[in-house]
């Protein structure tokens, strides 16, 4: 019996959803911002000379099932201002197989928001799409300005940003436990509705500027109909390669590479962008409109590597750290080259090969059997390093799935500009942020252990009498 057989079969399922959902998304950004389109085509130009050199790459990726995803892969971000409008894209997102994985809090940063991933979670649903969304919930408690945030708070109250159409299909969805095509073709068109950039603000110009002045964020959030999509993020197989080659195709990217430094093997996450658009958008003035304009929307890429463990990922901390105690990224730019020369150096005690980061558990590996373990599928009880010396069963990396708070906050304020550096203190609220949401966040340790731990078993019972 086969998992697709608990979906009925008048039901297309949520992964056929999300890559309807993630495939009108691209499409939409590429009409409205014209540099993600010039952005998607380098980095498919990038991954083919990348595969093209390293053919032993391509056939451990192949291998692997991660080549076919990694062209059509993108991660987007909204910032929503109330807890109903996140509870609300809770049930939006779930409807595609999205689910909320991990916290996040930016106040450390000095941006007001706290937020998760909306995201696949299995293995199988990843490796068909595994669109995601960095979600944003605007942090008013963090505005001094009581009467401000009355203000906000009221223009907020006042909007719905989902579509009369989209909530009635959500709740379909909810009740019958699935969509049927049609209903799903139209639930998608509807959705988009609600991530659509509006040209008109929702407030005045004389408001919209008192919120950009307590901060640009809060002006982004609460000016706006709806949470337009920020950025569309494509996944490049050699970030500094697209990197060096931005500014061939007209684009400038920010002097630094977010996350780790550059490696044989990649772990967790790089990520850089470019910097928002300065678009004209139109402002209420009495009965009629005045124009002006607002920077919110820009174009990032990333590169994934290896999910690293808890002790992985607190070595990954710690040398992060001491590379910012070094040299700490000034917010022009200036000392670019010296910081990726820090991290460089700080990190080489991060073992650089999977062999090794295998090893000294510090990654999350994902394990089948090669050609010759097929042929000699092995006993439930036999030892897993056995099998691997003995060349039955391989092992790959398995993606990191999600986001680092600190490269967040370099992209969030490579993107507010360098005079909008603001000292919130750092007060995360783990707690009100999943009572706004309506459930607890998934710990995405527990996500990529459960995929390993399921991709040995499938290698030990390959000769099980259920499946033989
Ligand atoms: C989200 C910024 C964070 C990432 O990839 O880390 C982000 C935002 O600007 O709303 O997208
Ligand atoms: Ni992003």
Request: glycine share 6%; proline share 6%.
């Amino acid at each position: 019996m086969s998992a697709q057989s608990f979906i009925d079969p008048g039901f297309i399922g949520p992964d056929a959803i999300r890559t309807l959902f993630s495939t009108a998304m691209s499409e939409m950004y590429r009409t409205e911002v014209p540099a993600y389109q010039t952005l998607v085509e380098l980095v498919c130009e990038v991954n083919e000379a990348v595969l093209a050199a390293d053919p032993a790459e391509r056939h451990r990726l192949e291998a692997a099932g991660g080549l076919a995803r990694i062209t059509e892969e993108r991660h987007g971000a909204i910032r929503l201002g109330t807890a109903n409008e996140l509870s609300t894209m809770r049930r939006l997102f779930a409807v595609m197989g999205m689910q909320p994985v991990g916290y996040y809090d930016l106040s450390e940063a000095g941006v007001p928001v706290h937020s998760t991933a909306f995201r696949p979670v299995t293995d199988e649903a990843l490796s068909r799409n595994p669109f995601r969304v960095f979600t944003s919930l605007l942090r008013l408690d963090l505005i001094a300005d009581a009467g401000l945030r009355q203000e906000a708070e009221q223009v907020l109250a006042a909007r719905s940003i989902f579509t009369a159409g989209c909530l009635a299909l959500i709740e379909k969805a909810e009740a019958a436990g699935g969509l049927t095509e049609e209903e799903a073709t139209r639930f998608v068109a509807e959705a988009l509705e609600t991530f659509r950039w509006h040209s008109r603000a929702n407030v005045p110009l004389e408001l919209y500027k008192r919120l950009h002045d307590a901060h640009r964020l809060i002006a982004d959030v609460v000016s706006f109909k709806g949470p337009h999509i920020n950025h569309l993020t494509p996944r490049t197989l050699d970030i500094d390669a697209v990197q060096r080659m931005m500014p061939e195709k007209g684009i400038a990217p920010k002097a630094v590479v977010e996350g780790p430094p550059t490696r044989r093997c990649p772990i967790l996450l790089r990520q850089t962008s470019f910097k928002a658009l300065s678009e004209p958008v139109d402002f209420r003035d009495g009965n009629g409109w005045r124009s002006g304009v607002h920077t919110a929307r820009f174009g990032e890429i990333e590169q994934r590597g290896i999910a690293l463990t808890p002790k992985g990922r607190a070595l990954y901390d710690a040398l992060l750290q001491d590379s910012r105690r070094l040299v700490a990224p000034a917010a022009d730019g200036s000392n670019a080259a010296e910081y990726m020369a820090a991290l460089q150096e700080v990190f080489a005690p991060f073992p650089d090969s999977w062999e090794e980061i295998r090893r000294q558990q510090l990654g999350y590996f994902s394990y089948s059997l090669t050609e010759a373990g097929r042929r000699n599928p092995p006993a439930p009880d036999a030892d897993l390093e056995a099998l691997i010396a003995a060349g039955l069963v391989r092992f790959d990396p398995v993606v990191y799935e999600d986001f680092l708070p600190v490269s967040a906050a370099g992209i969030f304020q490579s993107n507010l500009g360098d005079d909008a550096q603001q000292d919130f203190s750092a007060s995360p609220n783990q707690q009100r942020f999943e009572a706004d949401l309506g459930t607890p966040v998934l710990n995405p340790f527990d996500l990529y252990a459960e995929i390993e731990r399921a991709s040995i078993d499938a290698c030990l019972s390959a000769m099980s009498p259920a499946t033989a």
